[in-house]
C-alpha cells in the first residue's frame, strides 16, 4: 500500500548495474552506472547517464565511444568496486580500475570486459543534459554475448547481479513465470492476431 509520502527521490532500485568502459588518449576507465537502458530498436540506441564529475565522462565525450557490459553476480564484489574507486583518487604510478580489481578486457574488442554475459559497443551519436548527469546515446555497433548464459530464444538463463542499492546485491533464480500475451486478449479479439507493443 503506498502510505507514506515524501520528496527524497529514491525507489528506481532494483536493476542490474552495467559497466561503462571507456578509452581515449591513452587513458582507459571503467565505472558502475545503474542508470542505463534501452532507448530504440531499430536504429538499436543505448543509453546511460553519467555524472560530469565522472572520470568516464572526458572519456565518452573525446572518445565518442563506450562500452557497456553486465557481469554475472560472481563477479558482484568487482562490479561493486567499480562504482566504489574513482580513476580520479588513484596514487600516481598505481595500476587502473581493470587491474585493481582483476578484470580484464578481449584482446580485440578493449572496452569488453571478458566474463561479462553480454557487451555492447556503442558509439555516441546525442549528449542530452539531464539536470546533473549527461545521457549519452549510443548507437549499438556491436552486439558479443555468452550463449551459455542464454537459451534458444536468447532468454537469460544465468545469475545477473541484482543491484538493491547500498552496496547490496541479490541474484536473479531459474524459477520463473510466463504470462503469454494470449492470457490478456479482450474477449472480442479472439481470434485474431495479437499486436506487439501495448
Known amino acids: 500500500m503506498l502510505s507514506e509520502v515524501s520528496t527524497q ?10 559497466l561503462v568502459t571507456a578509452e581515449h588518449a591513452g587513458v582507459r576507465n571503467v565505472m558502475a552506472a545503474g542508470w542505463h537502458t534501452a532507448l530504440s530498436a531499430q536504429p538499436p540506441l543505448y543509453g546511460v547517464l553519467i555524472g560530469r564529475e565522472r572520470a568516464t ?3 565518452v565525450v573525446g572518445s565518442g565511444t563506450f562500452g557497456i557490459n553486465f557481469l554475472p553476480a560472481a563477479q558482484a564484489r568487482a562490479v561493486q568496486g567499480t562504482g566504489a574507486l574513482s580513476l580520479h583518487d588513484r596514487p600516481p604510478g598505481e ?6 580489481l582483476g578484470l580484464d578486457t578481449l584482446p580485440d574488442a578493449p572496452l569488453a570486459v571478458a566474463g561479462a554475459y ?4 556503442c558509439r555516441v551519436t546525442q549528449t542530452v543534459p539531464t539536470g546533473d548527469h549527461d545521457l549519452f546515446v549510443g548507437e549499438v555497433l556491436e552486439v558479443r554475448h555468452d550463449p ?11 545469475e545477473a547481479a541484482v543491484y538493491l542499492g547500498r552496496s547490496s546485491y541479490v541474484t536473479t533464480t531459474q524459477d520463473r513465470a510466463q504470462f503469454p500475451p ?3 486478449r479482450w474477449p472480442a479479439a479472439v481470434g485474431t492476431p ?3 507493443g501495448v
Open 57 to 59: 565522462h572526458p572519456l
Open 148 to 158: 551459455e548464459a542464454y537459451d534458444r530464444q536468447r532468454l537469460f538463463t544465468g
Open 182 to 184: 494470449e492470457d490478456y
Open 194 to 196: 495479437p499486436r506487439s
Open 9 to 18: 527521490f529514491f525507489g528506481y532500485y532494483p536493476g542490474t548495474v552495467a
Open 95 to 100: 595500476a587502473d580500475k581493470f587491474a585493481r
Open 118 to 121: 553480454l557487451h555492447y559497443l
